[in-house]
């Protein structure tokens, strides 16, 4: 069985940082694509930054230069480091097993798995 489990969310100062992890089991995250999404309240899902299967990487315009997504293949996790983080940065961050940005299209409906969310709350 596969799962993909988030940690890392929580309180935090606008300008402080947050590092959020995916955790997987059952899958090897080093064959797979590996995305963040986020979701305010009463909104879908949006893409904030991704990793291919060949760690291609794309980031949505309004993270870009304050969060970096990783790979710690010997852990079998990726990571999405948040710096600098905003008001506008609230949000249920997920990770799933796709990535899609710029020119990046890797998602597959046979093995697109999601993580249960983790909530990242900016506040002063």
């Known amino acids: 069985q596969v799962q993909l489990v988030e940690s890392g969310g929580g309180l935090v100062q606008p300008g402080g940082s947050l590092r959020l992890s995916c955790a997987a089991s059952g899958i090897n995250l080093e064959n797979y694509p590996v995305g963040w999404y986020r979701q305010y309240p009463g909104k879908e899902r949006e893409g904030v930054s991704c990793?291919?299967?060949?760690?291609?990487?794309y980031y949505e315009e309004s993270v870009k230069g304050r969060f970096t997504i990783s790979r710690d293949r010997a852990k079998n996790m990726v990571y999405l480091q948040m710096n600098s983080l905003k008001f506008e940065d609230t949000a249920v961050y997920y990770c799933a097993t796709r990535c899609i940005g710029d020119n990046i299209v890797e998602v597959s409906s046979k093995s697109d798995y999601w993580g249960q969310g983790t909530q990242v709350t900016v506040s002063s």
């Open positions: 990793i291919s299967s060949s760690d291609r990487i």
